[in-house]
C-alpha cells in the first residue's frame, strides 16, 4: 500500500473515531436534563463537587489505564461537565417554574 493510501485510510479510521468520541458526548449530554430531574426532586444542589471530584479521579484512571494524559482528559471531562451544569440549571429553572405555577393552580381551585 502507498503512503498517501495508507494516510487516507489512517484519517478515515481518525474520523471514524471522532464520530464515536462526539456520539458519546451527546450521550452524556443528553442524561442533563434528567439528572436535573432527579436532583430537583431529591431536593440536591445541581453543584456537587463531592460527585466532580469522583468523575476526574476516574478520568484520571481510565486515562492511565490506555495509556493517555490524563490532564488532557480531564480537561476535556471539565467542559463536558461545564456544559452539562448549565443544562441542568436551565432544567431546573424550568422544573421551578412548573412547580410554582401547579401549586398556584391548586390554590386557585
Excluded: C, H, W
Amino acid at each position: 500500500m502507498s503512503s498517501k493510501k495508507r494516510l487516507q485510510t489512517v484519517r478515515n479510521s481518525i474520523n471514524e473515531i471522532d464520530e464515536q468520541i462526539i456520539e458519546l458526548m451527546a450521550k452524556r449530554t443528553q442524561l442533563a436534563p434528567e439528572i436535573a430531574k432527579l436532583k430537583f426532586s431529591l431536593d440536591m444542589d445541581i453543584l456537587d463537587s463531592s460527585r466532580e471530584k469522583d468523575v476526574y479521579a476516574k478520568t484520571r484512571e481510565i486515562s492511565e489505564k490506555y495509556g493517555f494524559d490524563s490532564e488532557i482528559a480531564v480537561k476535556v471531562m471539565k467542559i463536558l461537565i461545564e456544559q452539562n451544569k448549565e443544562l441542568q440549571i436551565k432544567q431546573f429553572e424550568k422544573l421551578k417554574s412548573e412547580n410554582t405555577s401547579t401549586k398556584s393552580n391548586i390554590k386557585s381551585e
